[in-house]
């Protein structure tokens, strides 16, 4: 398929995918964006550049999310051992994709006890980080060099090809919620993959405070944990700026 | 790959008078004695001579942590420290203090089983154990502070998600009645001094690797989840407290609270408990609230929710909010703990003005908590609240103390149940400050010792529950007659084992009980109504063993003995029975070495024995009938005067028991005129050499 032919693709998808946070009519968007369906065409060069080459942009929304209600967790961390031992057969909270440890004492600003902090050293409440299933752009598939984070079906999860998956680390730089894990035995990366659409954390939590639900954006919803510092490699960069440039 | 799952591989070893940092070979080593308590005996039998005081640097702490430790078995939170007990009186005796919380698993994730202290630093020091790397640092900066502090300094530096064991004042001013303590509300009581005595304030792990399960994933979670499905509330209790929509029984004692219209109530904002079905498994955590088991209905629209340890569902401690303990005694407004450290403060009191199950008494369980697990105190499973309320109401403390002393506590506050005297009271336990102070930090034995009071006057006192050696009882005859009884004989401080009790009371009703009781043990006698006992019979006796093995197994696999074992379950479709073989299916599918039901119990019976030798040896007798296991005398009255075997009644007949003893020294195959364990005894569980050693000093039968 020619990138010309991809291009009104990629914008169907974004046009008709629900749950946006901003969701515009398609007037809305083509008069926002400063371009118009002829002035994408005006634009294909760019995207024919290197076929071979065509960088992963994901476009496809996640189908499901894992929701978390902080109030309710009691900190068990069943979840993080359901994840990892269920899916690798080994317990390792450090590689799980649903991430209750880091917050369980202080919360996710660190070590603050008492009144001035969460989790069991402050006022109790534990916030159990899950991954936004991010619509697009996706940083973390976005900062990778190989594409080695892609969709897969059933549920659209954003998932790592550990095939693909040269170790970098460049994903866990460029998810402002820190959620790309690292298998230590393997030298890969990982995250939250659904579990193909039936999660284990879910199942396995004893309080019912993670739910599995219908994708949303919780993009805008969800304070950032840290400043990304991941570089967009050059091609997705170009790329990028073939439909973002004003 | 390794051979086995569970286990991580290594064993951290450090001496602090040399700085030296080692690791041993795990498998190698102490594979037969698994981990937790079976690493502990076998680390102090192989290393520390008979004789040994606790404080003497020779002495050994070691935290042992065993293959489920950090798994997704539930209930697997538990770290056993053995060293030789110092509130065991006259002489320091092996003993075990056990501490939930997060460590047991991040010092797996850091790669070690298990961790053995010896030696003395020359300065205060904490170790700090962040994956392969192990360090002495110094504390000086941290001593003198409470555990609080000395855990968020040291989290600042290894980072936040860090498991600390500390200890507070108490710990460093070797207080026996002390304790170490990790994630805000675990704590291990005795072992505090012993650290204090190493100058050792602190270890610090933080751990990013894995526990690896031998075996198939899908087979793991088969298991997981049928395990989950056997479980009741905290203390295995398998009928809830109230009626519920899906229960066929119900018994009021249960711990089993969760109900329809019982909230969380300090949660923003307020979460229903819920019926909780047993079936759905996503429900389990709303089942317990210990602060209304221990505070009553008034606790409910004070708790925040359940808390406790990695893998459990069960949440044993309840986080409570309480503004009104914080406005008046400037304290924070929440706080947890369970048990015995959630009543530390009230305990300590006879009456509250508002009764025993008002506001004050929660609020004294606040200040109580807030105070002593910060300095680092320990309660001696409430020995130290009993002792106190008889030493005061009887006029001693004031017969003890000088009458300047005696002047400077506010004694009418104590006697109104005011909470705020226990800001008087505690910090002088944790800083040794005045006779009082100095007195109850030693534990029941040395502190009547000093006073020169009669231990026998203890012993026969029905309200006081003290058994032996500086230790009370821990469910004896008030939940499991003559089975009790056995248990607390046995161990050198109180026995810690639930295994008969968590059957006994988990509130299914008798004919229930005795058609599990005829499954388990034989036959239906093993079992009688609680408080309305029959004659010793054997099945009472094959009873006693098996709770004895299953607590040293769970201590040594870390599986939680308060909250097993799963024999029974809250399932009618299954009759009610639980499933007594979980624990051999757990371990051999987590490390890969299948062992049976039979098989893995024979290696309890040899870390028991292990026990046991090590107690004959340092007490140097094989007398252990007439010297060890000692009965006190309340046992044996009925402060009402009721006949014995009548219904109402715990007490039990004295003749009967000293069958009970005949009985289960047969059962375990050990001398009936000694109590000693007979070579072949120690031969049948492969501790030939234990015994060879021990006949070498005539201390086998």
Redesign the interface.
Known sequence: MSHQNKKPEILEEVLSSEGLNHPFSRRQFLKLSGVSIIGISVLGPLFARGETKAPLIIMKQAKGIVIADP????????CE??C????????????SRVKV??N???GPK??F???HGQG?????LIVQDLCKQCPHPVPCANACPNDAIVVKPPTNARVVDAKKCIGCKMCLRACPWEMISFD??TGKATKCFLCYGKP?CV??????ALNYMAWRDLTDKVPPRVVPTAVIPPEKAAACNDCHKK | MAKY?GWVGKILRVNLSTGRIWTEDTIEKYKDFLGGTGIGYKVIWDEVPAGTKSFDPVNKIIFGVGPLA???APCNGRTAITTLWPTCWPKALVATGHMGG?FA?EL??AGYDSIVIEGKADHPVWLSVVDKKVEIKDARRLWGQGI?RAT?EI??EIG???AVAAIGQAGENLVPMSVVMN??SHSAGGVGAVMGSKNLKAIGVR???????AG??EE??KL?KLH?SLLGANNQHVVPSSPQPWAEYYDAASRWKGSRGKMWGA???A?ETGTCNPHD??????RTNNAVHYLGDIAWKYT??????????I?CHT?I?VPSAAAKYGI???G?NTCGGLNFGRSFFKTFPDGPRGMTGIEACMVGMYMSDDYGIWCNYSQLQRDFQKLYYEGIIKSKLEEKEFKSYSWDKYEKGDPSFLFELLPRIALKEGELGTALGLGTGYLLERWSLSEEEWKKSHGLNYWKLGHPKHHSNEEAGQCGVIINTQYNRDPQCHSHANFTRNGLPLEILKRLAAEIWGTPDAVDTVGAYTPMNTGKAKMAKWSLLRKELHDSLSLCNWMGPWVASPLKERGYRGDDSIESMLYSLATGDKKNRQELDQVAERIFLLHRALTIRDMGTKEMRTQHDTIPQWVYEDPSHRPVYTKGTTHLDKEDVKLAMDMYYEEMGWDKATGAPTPEAYRKVGLGKVSDELDKKGLLP
């Open positions: 109030t309710k967790c009691v900190g068990c961390r069943r051992l359901a990892t031992e269920f899916n690798d057969g080994k317990a390792k909270p450090s590689m440890a880091r369980l004492n202080f660190g070590v006890p008492e009144k069991n050293w402050g006022n109790g230590s035995d284990k199942e396995a939590c004893p309080a019912e | 799952g950090g798994t997704g997060q698993a797996k994730y609080r968020i989290s600042q936040p998600g860090a994630s805000y751990g990013t690797g894995s526990v690896r399960i198939k994933k793991w979670e997981i989950l949660s923003t904002p979460i498994l996503n429900r389990i955590a709303y925040v929710r359940g808390n406790g340890c990695t893998g459990c569902p949440r986080m909010k924070p407004e929440v947890q």
